[in-house]
């Protein structure tokens, strides 16, 4: 039977029941309007605040960076006319006294997310899971007025969309080229904003078969202000998505992920996807419990991280001197070799994809900040001296288990001919059973917020999402952010 026949055979009186049985976007409509709050773990839920807690701080550490502002400044929300809200839209621009429409502010706060590289990310997913979502919900929820619950229910939703979809086609997907923070972000920010607007199983199928449409995203990008526009963009299509949907907007949503020339075959081609995993491993846990969210500890690729906490052991245990350095090797897994191997990194967002540099600045400092990513930095004299003494390679089976793809070795040869190596087989954070202290947790948002807010409202800001469950106006955050502006 051709895809075209099994679409038709579905439309012709089907029942909800044989959409669900048929359709991929019927299941997962069906299992997103099911959630209910009172059902979810206390580890789904703690989790989430620490998805919200994380994905809030860098996304006002990075309001002000050149890809949101310019946004920004394209829609025309920086003129003074904007600082009111709307009578109807009011959504804010956070870190900023700028308010505009909903999918403005999705649009704007989802690219800022991203702006730093310093968001979540997630081992199925195979990119950044909290980005996607969260700047669609908060600005749905200033519109909308809905409960904090209501907002981590949602959240939990489209998270488990967007990853149980990713473990349907990747890594191929991911190897291909594609950015799955953008190709698959998308279907979770549209299934969250869906269940924020109470959409029946109809309307959320519908929404995301109209995100299919708006899914993007590729490597070549990687390294400019288009990344993290990917995701600014999916935050926006998603919201739209599931606003049409309610208003009555067609889409195909029997065959959008099935069809002939669907999602599945357009995007990985077949015998490149298996969209029975989604349906058998759906909640079985709840993917944000895990393997759980990775929160970063480094303002950069997540792929160099695992080199980067080798380098850091490194510099703790013997403070090079760099002049003495004879050579720099570096070992990660092949599929992250590719887009982080940057030998001389060219520009800012540049640095923040190359593993050699990384690695060099932590060898150098112990640490690597939200600083270290201006031209004074990476094209400091002492950097340019170090940048061409490093190799990166790919690992092969005989240095790591061939299913881990985030380990890493790094080895300094120095002058003396002394070597001292370092390995790690994940980096600190990166599954909930290596998660971080809530102490670097706050640490880190206190580190965040800080560059926009006063430090009553980093506090304030705190507090409040410590204490979300009871918090009635899920919008109410950004009162904080607005009231609290340095």
Known sequence: MNQTTHANELAAGSTLQSKIEGSLAYFFADQVVRMRFEDLSPEALTWACMGILDTVGVTLAGSHEPCAVLISKALGLDAAVKTQ???????????????????????????????????????????????????????????????????????????EVETKLAMTVNFHHYTKGWHPTATLGVFG???????????????????????????????????????????????????????????????????????????????????????????????????????????????????THPAVDCAIELFQEHRFNSQEIERIQIWIHTRRLTHTNRPMPQSELDAKFSVQYVVVRALLEGRVGIGHFEPKDFQSDEVLALLPKVQA??????????????????????????????????????????????????????????KVLTPQGVDLAYQWIESMESQSDAGSLEDIFAAHLK
Request: charged letters at 15%.
């Open 85 to 159: 809200p709307h009578p109807i839209t009011g959504a804010r621009v956070w870190g900023h006294p700028w308010v505009g429409t909903a999918l403005d502010a999705a649009y704007i706060n989802g690219t800022a997310a991203h702006a730093l590289d310093f968001d979540d990310c997630n081992n199925t997913m195979g990119g950044h899971p909290s980005a996607p979502i969260l700047p669609a919900l908060f600005a749905l929820a200033k519109v909308h007025h809905v409960s904090a619950k209501a907002l981590m229910l949602a959240y939990i939703a489209g998270f």
């Open 393 to 450: 390679e790919a690992y092969d089976d005989s240095m790591f288990e061939p299913s881990n793809h985030f380990a890493a070795r790094v080895s300094v040869t120095l002058k003396s001919r002394n070597v001292y190596t370092k390995e790690v087989l994940q980096p600190h954070g990166r599954t909930s059973q290596n998660p971080l202290t809530t102490e670097q947790l706050k640490a880190k948002f206190d580190l965040c917020a800080q």
């Open 189 to 303: 920010a549209a299934a969250a904003c869906a269940k924020l607007l109470e959409l029946d199983v109809e309307q959320t199928a519908v929404a995301l078969a109209l995100a299919a449409s708006s899914a993007a995203g590729i490597k070549a990008n990687f390294g400019t202000m288009t990344k993290p526009m990917h995701v600014g963009r999916c935050a926006r299509e998603g919201l739209m998505a599931a606003m049409l949907a309610k208003e009555g907007y067609t889409a195909n949503a029997l065959s959008v992920f099935e069809h002939g020339q669907g999602f599945f075959e357009v995007f990985n081609g077949a015998g490149f996807y298996a969209p029975e995993k989604a349906r058998s491993h759906w909640a079985k846990p709840w993917d944000i419990v895990e393997p759980g969210i990775a929160i970063k500890q480094y303002p950069c690729c997540g792929s």
